[in-house]
């Protein structure tokens, strides 16, 4: 069992602070100044730089809070517990804490970055908080870390960094396929926007009957009890879609104004950021009213080719969202979506290559999974003394 310390006995501890939005002169500097955002974003654990930027005279306005290179960032607002490491000097707002060793010779950060994301669930946990869980400075303080040899400890993290690196090479492969899928896309058609290659153009609803879902009443508990897949918006983020988070019954279906999405349907978001979230469902199922559902005719267009043109043009057809606080598209704007129309024969070509490419992305995804597991696994023993015997 290895011995416990005091967080605050061997790491200094402070949190950021947010300048006054009420003074313009405070924003747009150099000095750069992390959000929970900038956390959530960096994907490989290390932060190097951020959104927004701050002036000296903002610094000053929060006691000059700027951390060093290595310091730890923390998580105690939104997403708790998530770290970061700083690559370069950086201030923060007062959702982040900063964590530095108090002596290198003591202490290895990445050895206490670990630890914290191995900790992660207990710290929500231990959260105060019902609609929104927030950890505090004083509470980050007292935790009580498991300190082995400073050895011990680079060795830990140096086998969870080897880890890490085989979990993100796999990342890294899959977003290369979808890289790649996009670049036969412009061979073959070039750009859906500027149709450099003048190829006919027709509107979406031209194409196939397009309905949108609808949401069975919250107010009668047995519609959410049943077997049937309902979407929502959030979740139209992979290619194919089969299951859902929430299910309805056969009798939520009858008496509500949600309907039955075919296998094989393109469903498009409609609402807000999620306008133009899509996916194919690989069986029948139902969604919301946030959603649109086309079953699209096979002798005019390629289901393949059509959720591909959406996904690449998607922010240009994004402008034609329409409201004041929270832009969204209807029904008649999604069946009014006008894309390229090359022939179906070509149309095919295209979705025959992206099925083969598809197909190594579902083995590299089982790779991923392999991989997560094996990474979540020693993250886990590392911290209770079994990754490194005596």
Not at 7 to 27: A, D, E, F, H, M
Not at 62 to 72: D, M, W
Not at 229 to 234: N, R
Not at 303 to 312: F, K, R, W
């Amino acid at each position: 069992m290895l011995d416990l310390v005091e967080l605050k006995s061997v790491c200094n501890i402070q949190s950021g602070g947010t300048p006054s939005r009420k003074k313009n002169s405070y924003y747009e500097g150099d000095i750069k100044w992390a959000k929970i955002s900038d956390l959530e974003t960096s994907g490989d654990g290390f932060i190097y730089d951020t959104e927004e930027k701050i002036t000296s005279a903002g610094l000053e306005n929060i006691r000059n809070r700027l951390f060093e290179v290595n310091t730890l960032f923390l998580a105690m607002y939104g997403s708790v517990g998530k770290t970061a490491i700083t690559k370069s000097r950086m201030s923060c707002n007062q959702a982040i804490l900063g964590i530095t060793c108090k002596d290198t010779n003591l202490v290895d950060l990445g050895y206490l970055k670990y630890w914290f994301d191995s900790s992660k669930q207990r710290l929500l946990d231990s959260a105060r908080g019902v609609a929104l869980k927030n950890l505090s400075a004083g509470m980050v303080k007292d935790l009580k870390i498991p300190l082995p040899p400073l050895k011990t400890q680079k060795h830990i993290a140096q086998i969870l960094d080897d880890a890490a690196a085989l979990r993100d090479k796999t990342k890294q492969l899959l977003t290369e396929y979808d890289l790649l899928a996009q670049a036969i896309f412009l061979e073959m058609f070039g750009d859906p926007v500027s149709n450099s290659k003048g190829f006919e153009i027709k509107k979406l609803g031209d194409l196939g009957k397009w309905q949108s879902g609808g949401t069975p009443s919250r107010k009668i508990m047995e519609y959410y009890e049943g077997d049937i897949p309902w979407l929502s918006s959030g979740e139209l983020n992979e290619m194919y879609i089969s299951e859902s988070k929430e299910h309805i019954t056969e009798k939520a279906l009858k008496e509500s104004s949600t309907k039955l999405v075919p296998k094989g349907s393109l469903l498009l978001g409609m609402y807000d950021t999620a306008a133009l979230k899509s996916t194919i469902n690989t069986r029948d199922l139902t969604c919301n009213q946030a959603i649109a559902f086309g079953v699209l005719d096979p002798k005019l267009i390629n289901i393949v080719y059509a959720y591909s043109i959406i996904q690449l043009g998607r922010d240009h057809y994004r402008r034609l969202q329409r409201g004041a606080r929270q832009k969204n598209l209807n029904l008649s704007m999604v069946k009014g979506i006008k894309i390229l129309y090359p022939s179906i024969h070509l149309q095919n070509q295209f979705a025959e290559k992206i099925a083969l490419i598809e197909q190594q992305k579902e083995l590299a995804k089982q790779e991923l999974k392999e991989s997560e597991d094996l990474f979540n696994c020693l993250l886990q023993k590392a911290f209770k003394g079994e990754l490194i015997k005596d």
